[in-house]
């Protein structure tokens, strides 16, 4: 995996900017701690860093081909799966190529099929191609937008990069929030609107979505979709298939030229990884999973965590023989990196299991360069607890009964925001982009809706996550699950089939019971585990004490009274993450204001 930036310009010359495109690509360093490189032109720059995984010797970028009228340039970040038999299907087309990389596969499937070659590609990605000739840029992601990609257009200027702080390292973007960006920050954290940012004029290339940039300006094209028809096979054949669409992508995903493991929390998702990659595979599995002290031990935060990891880990390890390591996440640890998240996101985020996960990844680092998860898998097969909701869609099925941090926002930004009006808005456009079938029960019309607003709004704030601290940890996390022949298979299959055996997530259960201990097997949804260290949330206590008592820049967006009531009272701080968690609201706080402070964030 790797970090990619650029800058076009068709007013000013690009090869008197090095320093400058060197600073951008330079602010991804932990992307791609391997190599970092720039290419520059007259009217066009692009940088790269990065983390070798695939041609470890031969993968170098950016990467540039010119053959005949034809000359070309990508900065290239993600892992193609599908790239041998692309690579063969371009050499009967008469390319011939000169590493053994993705990278190279890709560059040269531009050369053949221009912007039609992302749809043969099966894979996680965020790329740029800039065409030498027609003096235009592409910027590519992935279906479901596993890796970013930010942007900024300014009349003939557009910067690009894998995250914001390679666009805010060019001194031509400024770090702006307007109501929009604030909306998005306080009202729906973990609901990101496709597109939007927190900054002002920063946005994301959409999942799905090309974005072409020329002479002529900038032009947005969707090139994939969910499409829903009716579904034929029988719940054995259905449950066969899925059987064999996991087992081929896990062969794919288990492909690498440096250490690979398995993030194993002893769930139904990654255990069913594990079995598969253990099964396809002479060699022994690695396994990694988290840990707490005693005396640390995780939160029970009702459905999102039923109960521990560790007896089930155990029994999996047992009885797959994997090779497992187990990282410890302390307290002290947690407080001493409290900051990554922030740094990480270049925004506030989701507190302590930002860095917890960091920790982990930090852990696994140590042993491995790629790693797999099971992210992706309660989307598509319907695992969460609100699959079973039965209320109205007046709000995203996550945020039911939750309190956002909206509510401790000055009267006058409220005004300026308008939170109620916001979210419902963002709702209702979620709920239009829905394709419903013709005809459907409603059971299926409900679950339907619910997975597409998972997929859409609450899929890309986990996956956000995952990226940016498997990132800041120069660790490559995979996620088999996202592969968008799943998913699309997935989407037209009938409740009923996704819930056999009246068990959540019933039809993966069907698909894989063989592979598993039963306990395992049956297990409930836990999510990641929050930790219960009392030293972490006692030193955010004390730290927003302090900072109700300073005048601080929070404290323009957020009413100091009310947050002074909380600490007074004793009662939790709303916070961004959809789950209950006690400290969540202080992290947030905290944030807020270092976010305004380091990053010199203007309101506008």
């Given at each position: 995996m790797c970090g990619i930036a650029g800058w076009i310009d068709f007013g000013h010359d690009l090869r008197a900017e090095?320093?400058?495109?060197?600073?951008?690509?330079?602010?991804?360093?932990?992307?791609?701690?391997?190599?970092?490189?720039?290419?520059?032109?007259?009217?066009?720059a692009l940088g790269h860093r990065r983390l070798a995984v695939i041609d470890v010797a031969g993968g170098a970028q950016p990467?540039?081909?010119?053959?005949?009228?034809?000359?070309?340039?990508?900065?290239?970040?993600?892992?193609?799966?599908?790239?041998?038999?692309?690579?063969?299907?371009?050499?009967?087309?008469?390319?011939?190529?000169?590493?053994?990389?993705?990278?190279e596969v890709v560059l040269r499937a531009h050369l053949e099929w221009g912007e039609e070659a992302v749809s043969r590609l099966n894979g996680m990605f965020a790329y740029a191609v800039w065409d030498v000739a027609r003096q235009e840029l592409l910027l590519v992601r992935d279906r479901l937008g596993v890796k970013p990609l930010?942007?900024?257009?300014?009349?003939?200027?557009?910067?690009?990069?894998?995250?914001?702080?390679?666009?805010?390292?060019?001194?031509?973007?400024?770090?702006?929030?307007?109501?929009?960006?604030?909306?998005?920050?306080?009202?729906?954290?973990?609901?990101?609107?496709?597109?939007?940012?927190?900054?002002?004029?920063?946005?994301?290339?959409?999942?799905?979505?090309?974005?072409?940039?020329?002479?002529?300006g900038v032009r947005e094209r969707r090139y994939w979709a969910l499409e829903s028809r009716p579904h034929g096979d029988s719940l054995d054949a259905t449950a066969g298939h899925v059987?064999?669409?996991?087992?081929?992508?896990?062969?794919?995903?288990?492909?690498?030229?440096?250490?690979?493991?398995?993030?194993?929390?002893?769930?139904?998702?990654?255990?069913?990884?594990?079995?598969?990659?253990?099964?396809?595979?002479?060699?022994?599995a690695a396994t990694f999973s988290v840990d707490f002290p005693p005396g640390e031990q995780p939160e029970r935060l009702g459905d999102w965590n039923r109960d521990a990891d560790a007896p089930y880990i155990r029994e999996l390890v047992d009885a797959l023989g994997t090779a497992h390591t187990s990282v410890t996440v302390p307290g002290e640890e947690l407080l001493a990196h409290r900051d990554t998240g922030l740094t990480a996101r270049d925004r506030p985020g989701w507190g302590e299991p930002d860095v917890s996960l960091h920790l982990l990844f930090q852990g696994v680092r140590r042993h491995v360069t790629v790693a797999l998860s099971g992210e992706v898998a309660d989307e598509v097969f319907g695992g969460y607890p609100y699959f079973q909701d039965d209320g109205p869609p007046d709000v995203f099925p996550w945020l039911r009964g939750r309190t956002s941090p909206a509510s401790l926002l000055r009267p006058e930004v409220a005004?300026?925001?308008?939170?109620?009006?916001?979210?419902?808005?963002?709702?209702s456009e979620a709920l239009a982009e829905v394709p419903h079938l013709s005809g459907e029960s409603e059971e299926d019309r409900r679950a339907r809706r619910i997975s597409h607003l998972a997929l859409t709004r609450w899929l890309p704030a986990l996956l956000d996550r995952k990226d940016r601290m498997s990132m800041a940890a120069?660790?490559?996390?995979?996620?088999?699950?996202?592969?968008?022949?799943?998913?699309?298979?997935?989407?037209?299959?009938?409740?009923?089939?996704?819930?056999?055996?009246?068990?959540?997530?019933?039809?993966l259960r069907r698909a894989v019971g063989d592979l598993l201990p039963p306990r395992v097997l049956h297990r409930p949804k836990s999510g990641y585990p929050a930790s219960s260290a009392p030293g972490y949330a006692a030193a955010l206590r004390r730290r927003a004490e302090e900072l109700v008592r300073q005048d601080r820049p929070v404290f323009e967006l957020v009413d100091r009274e009310k947050v002074r009531?909380?600490?007074?009272?004793?009662?939790?701080?709303?916070?961004?993450?959809?789950?209950?968690?006690?400290?969540?609201?202080?992290?947030?706080?905290?944030a807020l204001d270092s976010w305004l402070d380091t990053y010199g964030v203007s309101i506008r």
């Open positions: 090095e320093a400058t495109v060197r600073a951008m690509t330079d602010s991804l360093v932990l992307r791609g701690p391997d190599a970092g490189a720039v290419w520059l032109s007259e009217n066009a990467m540039e081909i010119r053959e005949g009228h034809r000359h070309v340039v990508v900065s290239y970040s993600g892992e193609v799966y599908n790239f041998p038999e692309l690579r063969s299907e371009l050499r009967s087309l008469g390319h011939a190529f000169r590493t053994r990389s993705d990278t930010y942007w900024t257009v300014q009349g003939e200027r557009l910067l690009f990069g894998s995250e914001p702080k390679a666009v805010l390292a060019n001194p031509l973007f400024r770090a702006e929030a307007d109501a929009e960006g604030l909306a998005e920050l306080f009202v729906l954290p973990s609901a990101p609107t496709p597109g939007l940012t927190v900054f002002r004029g920063l946005r994301t290339v959409r999942p799905g979505h090309t974005v072409r940039f020329g002479r002529g059987r064999e669409l996991l087992t081929d992508i896990v062969r794919r995903q288990l492909v690498s030229d440096v250490p690979l493991g398995l993030l194993l929390s002893g769930g139904l998702d990654s255990s069913t990884l594990t079995a598969l990659a253990a099964a396809g595979s002479p060699d022994k005004a300026a925001v308008r939170p109620e009006e916001y979210a419902a808005q963002r709702l120069s660790l490559e996390v995979r996620v088999p699950f996202a592969d968008h022949r799943l998913v699309e298979y997935l989407w037209n299959v009938p409740w009923a089939f996704k819930t056999a055996g009246g068990e959540p997530k019933g039809l009531r909380h600490l007074a009272e004793g009662t939790v701080l709303p916070g961004p993450r959809a789950a209950p968690h006690p400290t969540g609201g202080l992290d947030h706080l905290l």
